[in-house]
């Protein structure tokens, strides 16, 4: 049975009434708080825990937690109080994407360490000091988002603008995001950095507009030299702040500021408008991927270490296949593994960790690549998707992807020339056959595409 969180007697009863209460604040709060406010600050924010009679609140952005503490902790104090039955304090606490947590997430040191330092005209901002290009660990799957933030941290507006660094949660984009602020910060101490969230803009926008300030707000944002701007696939959907970061955008781009910029999707997929895609697609876009084995199996021993944590190679490896695609899982896992340890002054062995993390992860499933799964990693891969790749389409990098895909469906699958053929839209079985012995000359020819396919191949056999 999976276990809960460690409460002690009569805290988890706590927790639950500051829920319930905190639902209904919330009514309360909405009618007396500026509307867009509301939604787009107050309405992301959960209660964690009750400490005495302290209501310990998180937030997922700077801005929602500057606002509470500055603008609205008596308001929210009160109502929270009315319906707890008793009296309150608020404290707010900066938390990671809620939404972006896995069953281990809430082991995670519980405040993490921030430095604060907004400099003459900045927003403040926060920056994890674990997150340097020191602490990340480069492996196939991230190593170009690396080499790419590394360019662009050390000449900022000199090589890639704006930079656009894409992948799935827990991958790293905002670790490297942090990476570029703090060598800036370092190397380049002349220049205005600043680190937003897409949610910490939108919450100052909409504060702006309904102070009126948003002059103001137009100075601060047009000052900077580096902008950093984290997930901005929460722009989504929200029409003026999509329109103000346009101009925003454009008016440092213009004079040549760098701007670097993270999401969960590529820029063509993104519900953002045209005019914003392919001004991201202007500049230089990187994904980064699931970690192949051997990264994870370096991540693990890296965060070991930075933990004194002896763990022996068979418990790495376990965990490596084990913990896959979220690299904050994997950070979760080990925690866990060194409290049990300290707590029962053992050494880790093979058997307590998977005894502790039995719980929480299935054990891998029997990895069977079908043509499906490979057009979908290569499609990924080749930035095009997969209907173009099944259509006649003859653009050359569609046809690089196709040929590309077929090759590695022959290599990994047992399907036959014609079934390859039927799974890209009925082509014949010798076009089939020419793509493969293509992309077999080239592979023993140019070793950018040898690594590409063994990268690819990599990606599909570890199941990512
Ligand atoms: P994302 O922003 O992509 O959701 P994060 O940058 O927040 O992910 O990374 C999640 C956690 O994993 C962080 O603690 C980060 O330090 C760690 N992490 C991610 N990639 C690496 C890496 N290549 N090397 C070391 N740590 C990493
Ligand atoms: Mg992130």
């Not at 082991?107 to 927003?123: F, N, V």
């Not at 948003?214 to 696939?233: H, P």
Request: hydrophobic fraction near 40%; aromatic fraction near 8%.
């Amino acid at each position: 049975m999976r276990q809960k969180n460690q409460l002690r007697f009569g805290e988890e009863e706590s927790l639950i009434a500051l829920r319930t209460a905190w639902s209904r604040a919330l009514e309360d709060l909405e009618r007396q708080i500026n509307k867009p406010l509301f939604e787009s600050c107050l309405s992301t924010v959960t209660p964690i825990a009750m400490e005495g009679e302290n209501a310990v609140l998180s937030a997922t952005s700077e801005f929602a937690k500057y606002w509470i503490e500055n603008k609205y902790l008596s308001t929210i104090q009160q109502a929270l109080s009315a319906h707890l039955g008793l009296p309150v304090r608020v404290s707010v606490r900066l938390v990671q994407d809620q939404s972006q947590q896995g069953p281990l997430d809430n082991l995670e040191a519980p405040e993490p360490r921030i430095e604060r330092k907004p400099g003459k005209g900045e927003l403040e901002f926060v920056l994890n000091e674990h997150f340097t290009f020191d602490n990340f660990v480069v492996g196939a799957s991230n190593r170009m988002a690396f080499a790419a933030s590394q360019a662009v941290a050390k000449s900022p507006g000199a090589s890639y603008n704006p930079l656009f660094i894409y992948g799935g949660p827990g991958l790293g984009k905002t670790h490297l995001l942090q990476a570029i602020g703090h060598f800036v910060r370092k190397y380049h101490p002349d220049m205005g950095i600043q680190y937003t969230s897409a949610e910490t803009f939108t919450c100052d926008y909409v504060a702006a507009v309904s102070d009126r300030k948003t002059a103001q707000f137009r100075r601060r944002y047009r000052n900077i030299d580096v902008w950093l701007v984290d997930d901005i696939q929460f722009l989504a959907g929200k029409e003026r702040t999509k329109e103000e970061f346009f101009h925003t955008f454009n008016s440092l781009h213009e004079v040549g500021r760098q701007i670097v910029l993270t999401s969960d999707k590529p820029p063509k997929e993104l519900e953002l408008d045209l005019r914003l895609s392919s001004r991201f697609e202007a500049g230089l876009v990187v994904d980064v991927a699931p970690p192949d084995l051997e990264t994870r199996m370096a991540i693990i021993q890296s965060k070991a270490q930075k933990r004194d944590m002896t763990i022996p190679n068979d418990v790495v490896l376990y965990m490596a296949r084990l913990i896959r695609s979220n690299i904050r899982a994997i950070e979760g896992a080990l925690l866990r593994i060194h409290a049990y340890a300290a707590m029962m002054h053992e050494p880790v062995s093979t058997d307590m960790a998977t005894d502790i993390l039995a719980r929480y992860f299935e054990e891998p499933k029997e990895n069977i690549i079908t043509p499906d799964t490979v057009q979908e990693v290569v499609a990924r891969h080749f930035r095009v998707d997969v209907k173009t790749l099944n259509s006649p389409s003859r653009q050359s990098d569609v046809v690089m992807a196709r040929q590309v895909a077929m090759y590695l469906i022959r290599q990994l699958t047992q399907s036959s020339l014609p079934t390859i053929g039927k799974a890209f839209g009925g082509k014949d079985h010798s076009t089939v056959l020419h793509a493969i012995n293509k992309i077999s000359k080239l592979v023993l020819q140019n070793s950018q595409v040898a690594d590409d396919i063994s990268a690819l191949s990599r990606e599909l056999q570890s199941g990512n």
